[in-house]
């Protein structure tokens, strides 16, 4: 009987563990999502100021990352959380484990870390600096 309660126990234990694993990996999504809404806004504010200006739209350059201007480059060593959550993918709780895992001797480092896989790393080698 004891036996019994104490593999009920563990399932539930367990069932918990994949329920708040589950739960920081939709709001990873949900925060990148977020981001995208709040640079989408602005863009669509800054088109509309050209529109009204009378200036030519199709002249206007798409942003390389969240804003009109280029992009700085994002220390993994240095980094605030909010300096790595600019970066696809990249969610509160995937820039805390990055957070967590410091310091990277490489930037192929990062792959250490759970959640980072090769190809999220190759869209941000022309962002990031150690």
Request: net charge neutral; proline share 2%.
């Given at each position: 009987?004891?036996?019994?309660?104490?593999?009920?126990?563990?399932?539930?234990?367990?069932?918990?563990?994949?329920?708040c694993?589950?739960?920081?990996?939709?709001?990873?999504?949900?925060?990148?999502?977020?981001?995208?809404?709040?640079?989408?806004?602005?863009?669509?504010?800054?088109?509309?100021?050209?529109?009204?200006?009378?200036?030519?739209?199709?002249?206007?350059?798409?942003?390389?990352?969240?804003?009109?201007?280029?992009?700085?480059?994002?220390?993994?060593?240095?980094?605030?959380?909010?300096?790595?959550?600019?970066?696809?993918?990249?969610?509160?709780?995937?820039?805390?484990?990055?957070?967590?895992?410091?310091?990277?001797?490489?930037?192929?480092?990062?792959?250490?870390v759970?959640?980072?896989?090769?190809?999220?790393?190759?869209?941000?080698?022309?962002?990031?600096?150690?």
């Amino acid at each position: 009987m004891t036996f019994l309660v104490l593999v009920g126990l563990c399932v539930v234990i367990w069932l918990l563990w994949n329920i708040c694993r589950n739960t920081n990996d939709a709001l990873d999504k949900q925060t990148a999502i977020q981001y995208e809404i709040v640079s989408l806004e602005k863009r669509i504010e800054e088109l509309m100021d050209k529109i009204a200006q009378g200036s030519d739209v199709k002249k206007i350059e798409a942003p390389t990352q969240n804003s009109g201007t280029p992009a700085a480059l994002v220390s993994i060593n240095k980094g605030t959380l909010k300096d790595l959550m600019t970066l696809a993918k990249v969610g509160k709780g995937l820039g805390q484990k990055i957070v967590d895992a410091r310091p990277f001797a490489t930037v192929d480092d990062l792959m250490k870390v759970q959640g980072v896989s090769a190809d999220m790393l190759a869209g941000w080698r022309s962002q990031i600096t150690l």
